[in-house]
């Protein structure tokens, strides 16, 4: 099929379909408002979808609804008027208040929100206090309780505007770097991706006259933007709200910003551009079928035995995971992949690899999966392309090159049933 074929398929499947989210939302309407209103099944009042489902940027398989319930204003005075620390009693009255509806629902009151773990998703409730501006008021418990403001509804409105202008191109392009992030291992909250994205955008007002045929130059053109952004800047100002969005991890996202970048923009003909699309984006975008193998219906000669991260576990990007792998033989000195690869080597056979975790800032206890990927003729040919998702708690792993293919290495972090974190490595590995 055509590039600007498959994008519209992709695009489509990034599509979060929030109706059992909106069930969610209204039943807890319904008993916040029955607590605090008096109001009897009253599933619309007072409640408001907020963050990336809200902003209508979540791609499909989200796993966080986050929700902000307006609390009649007595009592704020009350918590306001607290001996102690009121933000924290209120969080606790609240999440109180939800046991009884979700009695065997895991629950917990976290610094600014109240945590209920549903099977799907995760559900972020903060109480809070509309305003006259319509920001909201709401509790944070660190440091003794403190008021403070968040601006949602302005993020919204500002988001279905830019979408709104650039002919619905806007929120397209931060479900698609959800899915690079989910992909890739970046550490890179909603906000942000939404902001940078809404940032380029703005800048470059002709994307409205795009279609699907441009979205692989428009692509490049926002990872070209992406790479080109300051590591150390500390914050940005939000779209709509102008509150402030901390940088990432550092600004780790800018440099595989930088990587994805020049995947895309060195890729000369379809099949590179597919296989460049495949590894920033994963198997959720369609694979190159050639013109042969539409005319033959050639089949596979090798068993199919790859297995992917997104069919096992909800992904969920939130630390960082670096990998690294020892290249050893007798008779040679050891190094390191990654330099290696920098330096634009490839491996030869009979070398000794072992693959470690060198950083992880992962919360412990979680559970450490590998996966070893064998591609090309060969790989294929001998019918061991492998795939498989291993558990193995280990923090190494290790392996022998053995023949000739542009092969890799993922490590996954598993922890409460999500994959948090996740790295991967090539092993390019020439012939004799």
């Not at 940027?57 to 929700?67: Q, R």
């Not at 330099?339 to 009979?350: G, M, Q, S």
Request: include cysteine; aromatic fraction near 12%.
């Amino acid at each position: 099929m055509p590039l600007n074929s498959d994008f519209q398929t992709f695009c489509s499947s990034l599509f979060l379909d929030t109706s059992a989210m909106e069930v969610t939302c209204e039943e807890i309407a319904k008993k916040l408002n029955s607590h605090y209103y008096n109001l009897s099944g009253e599933a619309k009042e007072h409640c408001y979808i907020v963050g990336s489902v809200g902003r209508k940027t979540a791609k499909s398989k989200t796993s966080d609804l986050d929700i902000i319930f307006d609390l009649p204003h007595d009592v704020f005075t009350k918590y306001d008027n607290y001996e102690g620390n009121g933000q924290s009693q209120l969080l606790q009255e609240v999440k109180n208040v939800l046991k009884e509806r979700y009695p065997k629902s895991t629950m917990r009151g976290d610094g600014q929100v109240i945590v209920i773990e549903f099977t799907s998703y995760t559900v972020e409730l903060v109480p809070g206090f509309k305003q006259s501006d319509n920001r909201f008021k709401y509790p944070d418990t660190h440091n003794g309780g403190t008021w403070k403001y968040t601006d949602p509804l302005s993020e919204q409105e500002e988001t279905e505007a830019t979408d709104n202008s650039s002919c619905q191109n806007f929120r397209n392009f931060c479900r698609m770097l959800r899915q690079w992030k989910n992909q890739c291992g970046v550490v890179m909250g909603g906000l942000l991706i939404d902001t940078l994205c809404y940032n380029n955008f703005v800048a470059n007002a002709y994307y409205a006259d795009k279609s699907y045929n441009d979205y692989y130059s428009v692509l490049i053109d926002l990872f070209e933007y992406l790479k080109g952004l300051n590591k150390d800047q500390s914050y940005w100002y939000a779209l709509g709200s102008n509150q402030i969005v901390y940088n990432s991890d550092n600004g780790s996202f800018i440099t595989k910003a930088s990587n994805a970048y020049q995947k895309l923009a060195d890729a000369n003909d379809d099949e590179e551009k597919y296989s460049a699309l495949n590894e920033i984006f994963g198997k959720a975008f369609p694979e190159y079928i050639s013109k042969s193998a539409y005319s033959l219906n050639s089949a596979k000669t090798y068993t199919d035995t790859e297995q992917f991260i997104e069919d096992m576990f909800r992904v969920d990007i939130r630390y960082n995971l670096i990998i690294d792998c020892n290249v050893r033989q007798n008779g040679f000195r050891d190094f390191w992949l990654r330099k290696a690869l920098r330096e634009r080597h490839i491996l030869r056979h009979n070398k000794s690899l072992t693959f470690q975790i060198e950083y992880c800032n992962v919360p412990t206890p979680y559970n450490i999966y590998w996966k070893v990927r064998n591609v090309g003729a060969v790989a294929e040919s001998k019918d061991m392309i492998r795939g498989q998702i291993r558990k193995t708690d280990s923090r190494t792993h290790g392996e022998r090159t053995s023949f000739q293919g542009p092969h890799f290495v993922e490590c996954y972090i598993i922890k409460d049933n999500v994959c948090v974190a996740r790295d991967r490595i090539d092993v390019p590995i020439g012939s004799i």
